[in-house]
């Protein structure tokens, strides 16, 4: 009995250290096999609030469109996109052909949106994500949308205006189409807290009204200084003017319009109304009323001096009465016997009077008359001056708002970007 339990209890033994050995070697498998419980919450939230990657097949269908110009449009949607990360293939076909495949009408309805998505996959060796398609024509609104197949909505829905020779917009376009759909899949993040403190530093304090009232005098200054040197720094050549064929483009309908001009030293400035009186015509209708002061009187001086030419005229048949009745009395002023008796009306002086009353009278009213003669010539100068400087008035103002026409033919082309305005742009 001693032997075999002193073999029973080595053989005991040994099989425990074996498994304390096996024990102890095994023991740190679990804790490597799972990891610790605040590491593994961590690891959960992370993954749950990984982004949206950015990316995806996109099919870019034929753009439809007047002349050929939607064809680099689509040329450069493509590099875009290419050039954000997505995989942009050209498709032959266009919306407006797809839909007919697909049998639907109304392409601008998400549900036939969705069958041409359907109908691109299932006729295509790629698996499509998005596909793009646009409406340009060679003048006046466009469109571009690109849908997403997989949520069956719009992913990007964009309206332009298109002008021609406008070789801007399609640079821009391709550019904000790519990040329009990036921002799509990959919202850009809200601002932080510290940002948010920075901004709101930028603002700034409140004014006075004293002060509000102040800046608004400065920049209503500032922008009449500018345009002041703008205009005078424009200059759209010689414009020619013809008073004739210019007239109806250029005349007013109602009463003359005139403007008073505030100077900087506190004094007004009439500005006359130049365009012309439609219903006076070409020939009267660009007279100033300076003109027709000047005409009024020029006729009053010659009415007068037909007047008085007449009233001589009427007196030297008064004068030749008075002398005739004077030679046929016989009298004479150097025979005093053939003087004749004045007491019958028949003597010299009576006679000899009244002819040179009549003579004086027809000298008095020619001299009057010259007189007017000499004012109506004069009245007439000054009235043709007036003329002349009212008409040549009147081509420095057709010519100077034909200019200003000539450098005012503004368009305006949207820009695209994270935000979205519009550019100005002068076409001489």
């Not at 759909?181 to 920075?198: G, M, N």
């Not at 009449?224 to 013809?242: F, H, M, T």
């Not at 009077?353 to 007439?380: K, M, P, W, Y």
């Not at 010519?399 to 026409?405: F, G, I, P, V």
């Amino acid at each position: 009995m001693t032997r075999p339990t002193s073999i029973l209890t080595q053989f005991a033994h040994r099989t425990l250290g074996v498994t304390l050995a096996v024990g102890m070697a095994m023991a740190p498998l679990p804790v490597l096999a799972s990891a610790p419980p605040a590491e593994g919450d961590a690891a959960g939230d992370a993954a749950e609030a990984a982004p949206a990657t950015v990316g995806g097949n996109v099919a870019v269908l034929k753009f439809t469109g007047d002349g050929a110009v939607f064809e680099a449009w689509r040329d450069k949607v493509k590099t875009g996109l290419e050039a954000q990360g997505y995989v942009a293939n050209k498709i032959k076909r266009s919306a407006d052909e797809a839909a007919a495949k697909v049998k639907c009408k109304d392409i601008s309805s998400d549900t036939c949106l969705d069958k041409i998505a359907a109908y691109l996959n299932k006729n295509s060796k790629t698996a499509y994500d998005f596909f793009v398609f646009a409406n340009l024509p060679d003048q006046g609104s466009g469109s571009l949308v690109i849908w997403d197949i997989a949520n069956k909505k719009k992913a990007v829905d964009m309206a332009f205006s298109v002008t021609a020779d406008d070789y801007i917009l399609p640079e821009v376009v391709s550019g904000a189409v790519a990040r329009k759909l990036s921002y799509y899949q990959q919202p850009p993040t809200a601002a932080t807290d510290e940002e948010k403190t920075i901004l709101a530093t930028l603002d700034e304090p409140e004014k006075t009204p004293e002060e509000i009232e102040a800046e608004k005098k400065r920049l209503a200054d500032a922008e009449a200084a500018a345009v002041a040197g703008y205009n005078e720094s424009l200059d759209a050549g010689p414009q020619k003017v013809d008073l004739v064929a210019d007239f109806e483009e250029f005349c007013r309908e109602g009463k003359r319009e005139d403007k008073e001009i505030a100077n900087p030293d506190g004094t007004t400035t009439k500005e006359r109304d130049l365009r012309p009186k439609c219903s006076r015509g070409p020939a009267f209708g660009y007279w100033q009323p300076r003109a027709w002061v000047a005409l009024t009187l020029t006729l009053g001086s010659a009415v007068t001096m037909g007047a008085m030419y007449g009233l001589a005229a009427a007196s030297r048949s008064q004068w030749n009465d008075a002398n005739t009745a004077l030679t046929d009395a016989g009298v004479s002023g150097v025979d005093p016997g053939a003087a004749g008796d004045c007491s019958s009306g028949e003597c010299y002086a009576d006679l000899a009077g009244a002819a040179s009353e009549a003579s004086s009278q027809v000298r008095s009213r020619a001299i009057v008359g010259d007189v007017f003669l000499g004012s109506t010539v004069l009245l007439a100068g000054v009235l043709a001056i007036i003329i002349y400087q009212d008409r040549n008035d009147a081509k420095n103002f057709i010519a100077r708002e034909k200019e200003l026409r000539a450098v005012s033919n503004l368009q305006v082309a949207p820009v695209f970007g994270t935000t979205n305005g519009a550019a100005l742009q002068f076409e001489f």
